[in-house]
Structures are given as structure tokens and as C-alpha cells.
């Protein structure tokens, strides 16, 4: 390397291996599962509003002594799996991709779903060969938004801390107030939890009129979590998924 600093004059060494096609898989593909080799953990799709099909890949590479036949065990029927090539001879490298297909989605809503890669012929499922499968299935936003509800929340997070040391079950109470112009519909209250309860006293709230969530948690010490949320899913198309975070 010729430059004008001091010295002018650099030389630069390299050692390796060239090769035709790369052998280590280490950096591109860093989960192995058996003596298969995959670049991701976590299937996940993107949000999903407009109920269109999405497609992600799992890029797999084959490291057996003997052909492999990719497949992902206990997908949801609204999921379609294509693997590419069918089958992989050692050392080769494929793909499976998955179609998302919303419109068979039953519910709005967050979810994280367990799947298995297959290892070999007649695999069982369990925690070495577990991914998490995750989508967000949103409303469509309307043609016309400058008629519409708008969500507010007199608060957006909530700690229990203090009062679950006295207590065994604590409720509290979160505001929703509809400020637009349009009716307001909760279409999905979601929590994540078996400690975590939630009671909606009205699914449609007028412009300018409010309701109220209740938010209870049990003090349950096989149960226990430091942060956890409760999802809310709305016609409101600035707030359609919105979360409220909750501490114990």
C-alpha cells in the first residue's frame, strides 16, 4: 500500500485457503441442531395488516454423512412449507421457505407458536430441535382515516411490586378514552401469562365516551415474572397494537 504517511511504503500479507465454494458455515449459519446446520432460532414474520401472504426463509446446510430431507414438524395449517432442494447431500446448502397465508388466521393477535426441524427420518420433537414461530396479525387500515377512532390510555405502564408484598391478588384499572371522531372497537385483549388476568367492561366505546380494563395479577410463586404486557388490538389505524407493560 503506497500512501504519504510515514512509512510510504506497506505491505500487506494474507494466508488461506481458496476455495470454490464455501465449507465453513460457522458465521452464516451459526445454530446447529444435530448435524444440521440453520441461520436463525425465530421464525418471524413481519406485522401483518393488509392480508396479504408473507414469506420468510430458514437457510439450512446439510453436515450428515447421508442425504437429509429438511422439514418443520407441527406447523399450523395455515402456514405452507416448501424446502428447496427436497433433499440435501452432505455438505449442500438449501432453504426452507414458509408462506404465511392470513386469511385462514381465525383471530387478531400476537402469537408464538413452537415448531421442530426434523433431524432424521422419524425425529421426535423436544427442546434441541424447538424453533419459535411468530406473526402479528393486524386489522386493514381504512381508505379514509379522516374519520376515525383514536385509542387513549390514562396510563401505559403498571407496577404491582409494592402491593403483591401485601397482598396475594392485585387489580388495577386502566382508562380508555375514544378521542375521534369514529367508533372505537378493542378487538383483541391478549396477555402472555398464566398470572395476568384482564376484564373489558365494553368492546365498542363512542367518540368521546371511555371504558375501563382491568388488570389483575395472582401472586403465584411457581408463576413469577419481572416485566410482562398485556396486547391490545383496535380498529384505531394510528393505534391498532398497542401494549401496556405491567411489573410484579
Known sequence: IYSNAD???VYLYFTGEVVQEITD???????????????KKQLVFPENRNG?????????VN?????YRPMLMHLPSY????????????GEKGLITLTLNPEAVREYGHYNKPVYLSRFSGDKVGPDNEFSLQYTLL????????????????VTELDFSADLQKKSKVSKTIQLTNQGNAELK????????????????KTSIQPGQRGKLKITIENDVNNLFKKEKVLLITNDPIHSKEEITIKQ
Not at 458455515?25 to 440453520?38: C, Q, W
Open 7 to 9: 512509512p510510504s511504503l
Open 52 to 60: 396479504e401472504k408473507q414469506v420468510i426463509v430458514l437457510n439450512i
Open 25 to 39: 458455515f460457522s458465521r452464516t449459519h451459526p445454530y446447529k441442531i444435530g448435524d444440521i446446520l440453520v441461520d
Open 186 to 201: 378493542i378487538l383483541k385483549v391478549q396477555v402472555f401469562h398464566p398470572s395476568v388476568k384482564v376484564q373489558l367492561n
Open 139 to 154: 386489522p386493514k387500515l381504512p381508505l379514509n382515516t379522516s374519520v376515525s377512532p383514536q385509542l387513549r390510555f390514562s
Open 63 to 67: 453436515q450428515k454423512k447421508n442425504s
Open 79 to 90: 402456514i405452507e412449507m416448501n424446502a428447496e432442494p427436497d433433499i440435501l447431500q452432505k
